[in-house]
C-alpha cells in the first residue's frame, strides 16, 4: 500500500518550462550482436525537473544517462539535448554545460579536494592550470563552501571517504554552471550518514538551482531526496512508467518493473520499497 501526505509530495514544474533533453523514439543496439539495449525511449526532461532512474540491473539506466549526457549516440531516434539534436552539433561543446557525477571518474588520487573541482572548470582529470583565473579559483573555494567540504581543500581525494567524494564531484560538476546535472549512482558503498549527508546536499541544491535540471540513477528508493519531483522505470530496455513520482512510484508499477512484489510507502518526505515476499 502506498501511503503519503499531499504536502510531502513536490509540486510538477511550471508549464512551458524549457526542455533540457529529450530523447525521442530512442533506440540503442549493439552493433557487434545486435543485442536491444534501449528499446523506442520517449522521456523528456525540463528545466527545474528532478529525476529518478529506476530499474534493475541491465534495463538500460547507464545507456540514458549516456544519450542525455551526449557521451553516445542512439542507433536509430532522436535525442536533443539543450536545444541541439545529437548528429548536428559539436558533443564538446554540449558536455561542458552538463555536469556528470559517477563513483567510477578516475581522479588522481593525490589531487587535493580543491584541484579535483577546478579541473570541472575546463573538463579535464589533470589541472591546467595557466586555465584558472582568480574567478575560477574564487568559484570553487565558493563551491567547497557551499557542498561543505571545504575543509577537504588540501586534503588527497585517495584519503576522503565515499560521502567527501561525492561531495567534490559534485562540486567539480558544478563548476561549469550546467543545465543539466546527471548523477550516475552517486550513493555507491556510502555509510548511512554519508547517504543521509549526500541527500541533503542534493535536496539544496534544488532549492539554491531552481532552473538546474538533474537525473539521479540509483536502485534505491530510499536514496531519493525530498526534491524528486518525477521517476522513469526502465525495464529490459523499455520504458515502464513516467512521469510525477506520486504516479510512477506505486506498489503495481514498481512490482512490474522489478519482477517481484513491491511495497512503496512515502513518509515524512521519503521514499521506502521492501519486497512482499517474506
Request: hydrophobic share 40%; with cysteine; net charge negative.
Amino acid at each position: 500500500m502506498t501511503t503519503s501526505e499531499p504536502s510531502d509530495t513536490p509540486a510538477p514544474s511550471a508549464p512551458g518550462n524549457r526542455v533540457i533533453a529529450a530523447l525521442h523514439d530512442a533506440s540503442v543496439r549493439r552493433l557487434t550482436t545486435g543485442q536491444v539495449i534501449l528499446d523506442a525511449i520517449d522521456w523528456t526532461v525540463r528545466a527545474g525537473e528532478h529525476w529518478a532512474l529506476l530499474g534493475p540491473n541491465g534495463a538500460g539506466k547507464t545507456t540514458v544517462l549516456r544519450l542525455v549526457g551526449a557521451l553516445m549516440f542512439p542507433t536509430t531516434g532522436t535525442v536533443e539535448v539543450l536545444g541541439h539534436r545529437l548528429g548536428t552539433v559539436d558533443v564538446r561543446e554540449l558536455r561542458a554545460a552538463i555536469g556528470l557525477v559517477s563513483s567510477a571518474q578516475k581522479v588522481p588520487q593525490d589531487a587535493t579536494g580543491n584541484t579535483v573541482v577546478l579541473t570541472g572548470a575546463t573538463g579535464t582529470v589533470q589541472p591546467l592550470w595557466g586555465k584558472y583565473d582568480d574567478a575560477t579559483r574564487e568559484r570553487a573555494h565558493e563551491l567547497l563552501t557551499e557542498l561543505e567540504c571545504k575543509d577537504l581543500a588540501d586534503r588527497p581525494y585517495g584519503v576522503c571517504s565515499g560521502g567527501q567524494r561525492a561531495r567534490l564531484l559534485i562540486a567539480r560538476a558544478l563548476m561549469a554552471n550546467p543545465s543539466l546535472l546527471l548523477l550516475d549512482e552517486p550513493f555507491n558503498a556510502l555509510d548511512l550518514p554519508s547517504r543521509e549527508d549526500l541527500i541533503d546536499t542534493m535536496h539544496r541544491l534544488a532549492e539554491t538551482r531552481p532552473d538546474l535540471a538533474t537525473v539521479t540513477v540509483t536502485h534505491h528508493l530510499e536514496e531519493l531526496s525530498p526534491a524528486i519531483g518525477h521517476a522513469l522505470l526502465l525495464r529490459d530496455g523499455r520504458v515502464q512508467a513516467a512521469g510525477p513520482v506520486a504516479d510512477t512510484l506505486t506498489d503495481s508499477r514498481m512490482t512490474a518493473c522489478f519482477g517481484r512484489p513491491i511495497q512503496v510507502t512515502h513518509h515524512n518526505n521519503r521514499w521506502h520499497a521492501h519486497s512482499g515476499r517474506h
